[in-house]
């Protein structure tokens, strides 16, 4: 019998997570979408605040379109 795998099947990398990583990631996550939140917060009830960090109207609302899986 012949042990070498049909085409397109050879040897799969298969990655595998611990639960710890995996929480990481979901708490990675969940951090990044409540900072964006309140950040649109800020920038619409206190704008000068936006301006005093450094930070333009346009870096604000490009940082909060991003996903919560976007850095």
Not at 23 to 42: G, H, I, N, P
Not at 53 to 59: A, F, S
């Amino acid at each position: 019998m012949n042990d070498v795998p049909p085409v397109g099947l050879a040897k799969r990398s298969r990655r595998t997570y611990s639960l710890a990583t995996l929480r990481s990631v979901f708490a990675t996550w969940d951090e990044r979408k409540r900072l964006r939140w309140q950040l649109e917060q800020k920038s619409k009830d206190n704008p000068h605040l936006i301006e005093d960090i450094g930070l333009t109207r346009r870096q604000v609302e490009a940082e909060i379109a991003k996903p919560f899986w976007q850095r």
